[in-house]
């Protein structure tokens, strides 16, 4: 398997603020910058649903709640991060899933 992609994989930092309800508080990040390989794929979960997913695969163990590209990336804009729905633990692999959309079937 080919790690030939970058991705950058964002861990949340516990908040230093005992008040994380306000308007104004910001999370903070940790940033791991990684080689990955990238597949997209449709993924059908327990309840039949079907979705749109990237799966990416990263060699050895890591820990995300959510990834960027480098190319789009920008520190502290959430539009440019994507929220990680599974992770996976393989034999020295880390598998995390990105669900994009739903996927709709027309029938008839």
Same mark, same amino acid.
């Given at each position: 398997?080919?790690? =030939? *992609?970058?991705?950058?994989?964002? !861990? +949340?930092?516990?908040?230093?603020? =005992?008040?994380?309800?306000?308007? @104004?508080?910001?999370?903070?990040?940790?940033?791991?910058?990684? !080689?990955?390989?990238?597949?997209?794929?449709?993924?059908? %979960? /327990? &309840?039949?649903? &079907?979705?749109?997913?990237?799966?990416?695969?990263?060699?050895?163990?890591?820990?995300? @709640? !959510?990834?960027? #590209?480098? *190319?789009?990336? !920008?520190? /502290? @804009? @959430?539009?440019?991060?994507?929220? $990680?729905?599974? $992770? *996976?633990?393989?034999?020295? +692999?880390? =598998? #995390?899933?990105?669900?994009?959309?739903? $996927?709709?079937?027309? %029938? /008839?």
């Amino acid at each position: 398997m080919r790690y =030939d *992609q970058d991705v950058i994989l964002l !861990k +949340r930092q516990p908040s230093t603020n =005992d008040n994380t309800e306000t308007l @104004d508080h910001v999370d903070t990040y940790t940033e791991t910058r990684v !080689k990955a390989n990238l597949q997209r794929a449709n993924v059908t %979960v /327990g &309840t039949g649903e &079907t979705y749109e997913a990237t799966i990416i695969r990263v060699f050895g163990e890591y820990e995300a @709640d !959510k990834i960027a #590209f480098p *190319q789009t990336y !920008k520190p /502290g @804009d @959430d539009s440019t991060m994507y929220n $990680v729905q599974t $992770v *996976q633990h393989h034999f020295r +692999r880390t =598998d #995390f899933f990105i669900a994009e959309s739903e $996927v709709v079937w027309h %029938v /008839g």
